[in-house]
């Protein structure tokens, strides 16, 4: 059965201090691992797919990289807007569409 | 483009009545997926359509739920009866790409609240 597991549950830093979140992942086969970001009230927003060991893509303050096992989302300098719930989830070859999604990361930007 | 549009947003009900949760999806898309949200479960998928048509239903908890897909614009998630511990958010997703499913596209989601 897929799985993922993301750490911390729930971080809180300064504004302008970097940092990074986790994503722990046991799949049959990937086919591709996504990020999404998640605001309170709101549905989860898509961010980024990762389809092999080594990828790596970006956008604005946050980058995604992917190894064998794990995933890790980079935020530098982030600002108060940065705030939100960041969830991972994998598709799996034998999956088909389904994605199993973590519980998340809640991260707080104070200014 | 509106995005995915689900109704109604919030919905109290009580213990035993019937709730039709309903979503449109993007136009285009080929994949309806309905979630359930809470804090204990996190994002579980209750259940996906692809054409129109059912592929997976593995994740809807028992038989007093039931999805269903009448033509591409419109998707109804039913509990009958409902029961306290259904209460989550339920979120509608679409997709446009097969290949790429992970890529999916939420609507805003409806709070349900069974007392």
């Known amino acids: 059965e897929d799985q993922v597991t993301q750490s911390p549950e729930a971080l809180r830093l300064q504004e302008g201090e970097s940092s990074s979140l986790n994503c722990s992942y046991t799949?049959?086969?990937?086919?591709?691992l996504f990020w999404y970001r998640q605001d309170p009230g709101k549905g989860p927003e898509f961010l980024f797919t990762l389809y092999s060991a080594g990828e790596e893509k970006e956008k604005e303050r946050l980058k995604a990289t992917l190894t064998k096992k794990e995933s890790f989302l980079h935020i530098t300098a982030p600002k108060p807007e940065d705030s939100a719930t960041y969830l991972c989830?994998?598709?799996?070859?034998?999956?088909?569409?389904?994605?199993?999604f973590g519980q998340g990361t809640r991260l707080t930007i104070n200014p | 483009d509106a995005g995915v549009i689900q109704s109604p947003r919030h919905e109290v009900t009580e213990m035993g009545q019937e709730v039709t949760l309903r979503c449109k999806p993007i136009?285009?898309?080929?994949?309806l997926f309905w979630y359930r949200q809470t804090m204990m479960r996190g994002l579980e998928l209750l259940i996906y359509f692809n054409n129109n048509v059912p592929i997976d239903d593995s994740g809807m908890p028992e038989d007093r739920f039931s999805a269903k897909m009448p033509n591409a614009s419109f998707s109804t998630l039913k509990i009958q009866p409902s029961e306290p511990r259904d209460s989550a958010v339920y979120f509608c997703?679409?997709?446009?790409?097969?290949?790429?499913?992970?890529?999916?596209?939420f609507g805003p989601g409806t709070r349900l609240t069974v007392t």
């Open positions: 997703a679409s997709s446009a790409d097969g290949t790429g499913g992970g890529r999916q596209y």
């Open positions: 989830a994998v598709l799996g070859i034998q999956g088909a569409q389904k994605l199993v």
């Open positions: 799949v049959s086969g990937l086919r591709g």
């Open positions: 136009s285009g898309h080929d994949y």
